[in-house]
């Protein structure tokens, strides 16, 4: 920026302060009328952070409350004090009771106004433990004397610049009771009206020096009226629009229900937000939740003994330093060795926070609670159209939020209840304010997509730079105030610019397409270069090409590319292209937003899963019925169960039954054994043998083939004989047995019964005959000539019929 606009720019902000007057301090003679919000702070205010607080904590020490109320209104006290998010804020923390004999003081200023930065919220979580020794008040409740010093400490030494708000929280379980104070007086009756009449006197102190008060009442002794009376007589002013921002009497059963009450009570006179974590005894982990949008926090642990010890860990399940900065948060603990515990975080980091308690033993035995106290301060995203609007011509503004993190605001249910407006001022006319609204009526295209839009006219005096600042309020929001800079241009422009970025999502080191629309009404030719605006940290983009020429008198269509760097963090990328007429002063022709989803890029598995379980699943079918195929066709070639019978003239000689496993391949391979001086056998040839055997095969087709013995093959019938050299053989059978009937131990010959004669081992069965001594002769006897009258069968069961030759 030059010096001249920096100048005017500081020269505008000072225009702005003079107007609005500084926040809560009280424009002309002093205070705001009543109702009157406290200015904001001006874009000139360096200070970064939650705007400070100036506030009192004012503690009831009268008689009515027992040791066990102070010491949960101590507790209160001190979260308020460790809890406060802006290290720029003071605190002081009084008590009170009443002056009832000489050495009485109707308040006890524990701790003095103290800025809350790390120091000083150490200080204060000592100072505070002060409040539990109540022998220099007395045992009254004087209210005037309790707002009288809140309000003189909160006022003293002059006007912070810019102008703090001032705000009282006063805890009491009572009602006003000065009827033994001497100085209201020598009769109790007149005492008590004294006092009345004082504390409207007190509160119309606080309303002109621009001092809130927010009663908080607890019990069933509580005077309601007095209460709100308090509450409406200080000054009535809010830090937003947000309802329930204005100072207003809150009544709570028990004591036991006041440290939530008023952590409550004062995130809304601070424009803040609590979210309430889990309760458990240490040892355990609690947690709470911090939502996208918050910037400044504080984990608060209510931990009632000062040796129970606490440890954070962020939603990334890391534990967090207790000072110091990391992955892009500031922490900043306090209160370790009183019962008030606080964390500070600035730029929190999103998500489920845990917190893990620990105790010595017999230090367990009570409740730890957490909560998280935040606000979001949000960063205004601006885009004015047209971007150098003439005098007289209408702009449409359209707003997007993210917090200072770079993370841009898309959920609306985030910024529910928020009220948006913008200010406009600049030379030549008087600033004014119009309304910005999310609603999808025009001009705002589409509700709920979290761009807040509004229109106005540019006044027809206005002759130079215009400032423009939105304000964002809802529960827990406030926002950054940055102006937004622009130039009202010539009433025929040079060169007219429309800028379109393409909405997508893409990958780190990805590319975002868009067009540049340009129209040179000048006589020369203009260079336009692009520029990137509102980056978010660690964001890395290059646009090309640029710089572009616009000829002289003519329209021009460029496409260009926005380069994200591979280290892009993932997210919404947030920011917007700019297209500046570097011919004309850089001169913004127009802007668009960078609407793209940063994502992480698809892994080999995301790019080929279909392709690879899509294959996986077809050769998984292929096997599947090629597996069918093969077992079916080892099925009709499997020769289990049929017979091969030897016959001679007719006559059964021997019978021999293939087996399970003996023809692979639909082959069996088997020899016609002829013993001397006995009958001839059937014997089941394996192994090199077997190619001099005869073989029995059955194609694929179901048909029978015999190759005999160095011959050929010829087809076979069931059942019909064949010629086997000497003799004929049938084949029979062909049905696989059924594991029962093949399986037992003698022939399938009808009328078969097991007998002492021994198998042969060549799945046949005969008589061994014996000589005179009983020795076996090694010779069987033939079918019909033995002891067993009946054709011989080989054996279904028993032991292997090959005789050792497999």
């Given at each position: 920026?030059?010096?001249?606009?920096?100048?005017?720019?500081?020269?505008?902000?000072?225009?702005?302060?003079?107007?609005?007057?500084?926040?809560?301090?009280?424009?002309?003679?002093?205070?705001?009328?009543?109702?009157?919000?406290?200015?904001?702070?001006?874009?000139?205010?360096?200070?970064?952070?939650?705007?400070?607080?100036?506030?009192?904590?004012?503690?009831?020490?009268?008689?009515?409350?027992?040791?066990?109320?102070?010491?949960?209104?101590?507790?209160?006290?001190?979260?308020?004090?460790?809890?406060?998010?802006?290290?720029?804020?003071?605190?002081?923390?009084?008590?009170?009771?009443?002056?009832?004999?000489?050495?009485?003081?109707?308040?006890?200023?524990?701790?003095?106004?103290?800025?809350?930065?790390?120091?000083?919220?150490?200080?204060?979580?000592?100072?505070?433990?002060?409040?539990?020794?109540?022998?220099?008040?007395?045992?009254?409740?004087?209210?005037?004397?309790?707002?009288?010093?809140?309000?003189?400490?909160?006022?003293?030494?002059?006007?912070?610049?810019?102008?703090?708000?001032?705000?009282?929280?006063?805890?009491?379980?009572?009602?006003?009771?000065?009827?033994?104070?001497?100085?209201?007086?020598?009769?109790?009756?007149?005492?008590?009206?004294?006092?009345?009449?004082?504390?409207?006197?007190?509160?119309?102190?606080?309303?002109?020096?621009?001092?809130?008060?927010?009663?908080?009442?607890?019990?069933?002794?509580?005077?309601?009226?007095?209460?709100?009376?308090?509450?409406?007589?200080?000054?009535?002013?809010?830090?937003?629009?947000?309802?329930?921002?204005?100072?207003?009497?809150?009544?709570?059963?028990?004591?036991?229900?006041?440290?939530?009450?008023?952590?409550?009570?004062?995130?809304?006179?601070?424009?803040?937000?609590?979210?309430?974590?889990?309760?458990?005894?240490?040892?355990?982990?609690?947690?709470?939740?911090?939502?996208?949008?918050?910037?400044?926090?504080?984990?608060?642990?209510?931990?009632?003994?000062?040796?129970?010890?606490?440890?954070?860990?962020?939603?990334?399940?890391?534990?967090?330093?207790?000072?110091?900065?990391?992955?892009?948060?500031?922490?900043?603990?306090?209160?370790?060795?009183?019962?008030?515990?606080?964390?500070?975080?600035?730029?929190?980091?999103?998500?489920?926070?845990?917190?893990?308690?620990?105790?010595?033993?017999?230090?367990?035995?009570?409740?730890?609670?957490?909560?998280?106290?935040?606000?979001?301060?949000?960063?205004?995203?601006?885009?004015?159209?047209?971007?150098?609007?003439?005098?007289?011509?209408?702009?449409?503004?359209?707003?997007?939020m993210q917090t200072r993190r770079g993370v841009v605001i898309t959920d609306p249910g985030q910024l529910a209840g928020l009220t948006a407006s913008a200010e406009v001022a600049g030379a030549g006319f008087r600033p004014f304010t119009f309304k910005l609204a999310d609603d999808g009526r025009a001009p705002d295209t589409k509700a709920g997509d979290v761009r807040f839009?509004?229109?106005?006219?540019?006044?027809?005096?206005?002759?130079?730079?215009?400032?423009?600042?939105?304000?964002?309020?809802?529960?827990?929001?406030?926002?950054?105030?940055?102006?937004?800079?622009?130039?009202?241009?010539?009433?025929?422009?040079?060169?007219?610019?429309?800028?379109?970025?393409?909405?997508?999502?893409?990958?780190?080191?990805?590319?975002?397409?868009?067009?540049?629309?340009?129209?040179?009404?000048?006589?020369?030719?203009?260079?336009l270069r692009f520029a990137l605006q509102d980056q978010a940290p660690g964001t890395e983009l290059t646009v090309a090409p640029t710089p572009v020429t616009a000829p002289a008198g003519g329209s021009t269509h460029i496409p260009f590319t926005?380069?994200?760097?591979?280290?892009?963090?993932?997210?919404?990328?947030?920011?917007?292209?700019?297209?500046?007429?570097?011919?004309?002063?850089?001169?913004?022709?127009?802007?668009?937003?960078?609407?793209?989803?940063?994502?992480?890029?698809?892994?080999?598995?995301?790019?080929?899963?279909?392709?690879?379980?899509?294959?996986?699943?077809?050769?998984?079918?292929?096997?599947?019925?090629?597996?069918?195929?093969?077992?079916?066709?080892?099925?009709?070639?499997?020769?289990?169960?049929?017979?091969?019978?030897?016959?001679?003239?007719?006559?059964?000689?021997?019978?021999?039954?293939?087996?399970?496993?003996?023809?692979?391949?639909?082959?069996?391979?088997?020899?016609?054994?002829?013993?001397?001086?006995?009958?001839?056998?059937?014997?089941?040839?394996?192994?090199?043998?077997?190619?001099?055997?005869?073989?029995?095969?059955?194609?694929?087709?179901?048909?029978?083939?015999?190759?005999?013995?160095?011959?050929?093959?010829?087809?076979?019938?069931?059942?019909?004989?064949?010629?086997?050299?000497?003799?004929?053989?049938?084949?029979?059978?062909?049905?696989?047995?059924?594991?029962?009937?093949?399986?037992?131990?003698?022939?399938?010959?009808?009328?078969?019964?097991?007998?002492?004669?021994?198998?042969?081992?060549?799945?046949?069965?005969?008589?061994?005959?014996?000589?005179?001594?009983?020795?076996?002769?090694?010779?069987?006897?033939?079918?019909?000539?033995?002891?067993?009258?009946?054709?011989?069968?080989?054996?279904?069961?028993?032991?292997?019929?090959?005789?050792?030759?497999?």
């Amino acid at each position: 920026m030059k010096w001249t606009d920096r100048a005017r720019a500081l020269l505008l902000a000072g225009l702005l302060l003079g107007l609005t007057g500084p926040l809560g301090t009280p424009a002309a003679a002093g205070v705001p009328a009543a109702g009157a919000r406290h200015p904001a702070r001006t874009a000139a205010d360096p200070a970064e952070g939650p705007d400070p607080l100036d506030f009192a904590v004012v503690v009831d020490q009268s008689k009515s409350l027992d040791d066990k109320d102070l010491a949960r209104e101590t507790e209160a006290a001190a979260l308020l004090s460790q809890g406060e998010i802006s290290e720029r804020s003071r605190a002081t923390i009084i008590g009170f009771g009443s002056s009832e004999k000489p050495g009485q003081s109707p308040v006890n200023e524990v701790c003095p106004l103290t800025v809350a930065d790390a120091a000083g919220r150490e200080r204060l979580s000592t100072c505070v433990q002060q409040l539990a020794h109540r022998d220099r008040t007395g045992p009254g409740t004087d209210f005037p004397a309790a707002v009288r010093q809140a309000v003189t400490r909160l006022t003293e030494g002059g006007t912070r610049t810019p102008a703090v708000p001032k705000v009282v929280f006063l805890l009491t379980d009572g009602r006003l009771d000065v009827a033994d104070s001497p100085e209201y007086g020598t009769d109790p009756d007149i005492r008590q009206a004294n006092g009345a009449r004082r504390l409207t006197e007190e509160l119309a102190r606080a309303r002109a020096a621009g001092v809130q008060i927010w009663p908080l009442g607890f019990g069933g002794e509580i005077d309601r009226s007095a209460l709100t009376a308090m509450a409406e007589g200080g000054y009535r002013g809010a830090c937003s629009d947000v309802p329930g921002s204005v100072p207003r009497m809150r009544v709570v059963g028990t004591s036991a229900e006041i440290d939530k009450a008023l952590q409550e009570t004062f995130a809304a006179a601070r424009c803040a937000r609590i979210a309430q974590g889990t309760v458990g005894k240490p040892p355990a982990d609690l947690s709470v939740t911090i939502p996208p949008i918050a910037t400044d926090g504080s984990l608060t642990v209510a931990k009632h003994d000062p040796k129970v010890r606490v440890t954070y860990y962020d939603p990334a399940g890391r534990k967090v330093p207790v000072q110091g900065e990391f992955d892009g948060s500031t922490f900043e603990v306090s209160g370790q060795d009183g019962p008030v515990e606080a964390l500070r975080v600035k730029d929190p980091l999103p998500g489920r926070w845990r917190v893990h308690i620990e105790a010595p033993e017999g230090h367990g035995d009570r409740e730890v609670a957490v909560r998280a106290i935040w606000q979001g301060r949000l960063r205004s995203d601006v885009t004015l159209d047209p971007a150098s609007p003439r005098a007289g011509e209408k702009v449409t503004v359209q707003v997007r939020m993210q917090t200072r993190r770079g993370v841009v605001i898309t959920d609306p249910g985030q910024l529910a209840g928020l009220t948006a407006s913008a200010e406009v001022a600049g030379a030549g006319f008087r600033p004014f304010t119009f309304k910005l609204a999310d609603d999808g009526r025009a001009p705002d295209t589409k509700a709920g997509d979290v761009r807040f839009t509004g229109t106005f006219t540019v006044p027809a005096g206005a002759t130079g730079d215009l400032e423009l600042v939105t304000r964002m309020a809802a529960p827990g929001i406030t926002s950054d105030r940055r102006p937004v800079h622009a130039r009202s241009g010539p009433d025929v422009p040079k060169v007219t610019a429309g800028l379109v970025v393409e909405r997508v999502t893409v990958h780190p080191g990805g590319t975002v397409g868009g067009t540049l629309d340009v129209t040179n009404n000048d006589s020369v030719p203009h260079t336009l270069r692009f520029a990137l605006q509102d980056q978010a940290p660690g964001t890395e983009l290059t646009v090309a090409p640029t710089p572009v020429t616009a000829p002289a008198g003519g329209s021009t269509h460029i496409p260009f590319t926005v380069r994200l760097a591979p280290g892009t963090p993932l997210g919404e990328l947030g920011g917007k292209v700019a297209v500046v007429d570097g011919g004309d002063g850089d001169t913004v022709l127009d802007t668009a937003f960078l609407d793209v989803l940063v994502v992480a890029p698809p892994t080999w598995w995301d790019r080929w899963w279909k392709a690879v379980t899509g294959g996986a699943a077809v050769v998984l079918v292929l096997a599947v019925l090629t597996a069918i195929r093969l077992v079916a066709r080892r099925r009709r070639r499997d020769l289990t169960g049929v017979t091969l019978e030897l016959r001679d003239d007719g006559r059964s000689l021997y019978t021999l039954t293939v087996r399970r496993g003996q023809s692979e391949g639909g082959t069996f391979a088997f020899a016609v054994d002829e013993p001397y001086g006995g009958a001839p056998t059937l014997r089941g040839v394996r192994g090199s043998a077997a190619s001099a055997a005869h073989a029995l095969r059955r194609t694929g087709s179901g048909e029978l083939l015999l190759r005999p013995r160095g011959g050929s093959q010829v087809p076979v019938r069931v059942g019909e004989p064949i010629g086997l050299g000497e003799h004929e053989l049938v084949v029979g059978g062909g049905r696989t047995p059924s594991p029962r009937s093949r399986d037992l131990p003698w022939s399938r010959r009808p009328g078969a019964r097991p007998g002492p004669a021994a198998d042969t081992g060549t799945g046949g069965r005969r008589t061994r005959g014996r000589d005179g001594r009983g020795r076996d002769t090694g010779r069987g006897t033939a079918p019909g000539t033995g002891p067993d009258t009946g054709p011989a069968t080989g054996p279904t069961g028993g032991s292997d019929p090959y005789d050792g030759n497999f």
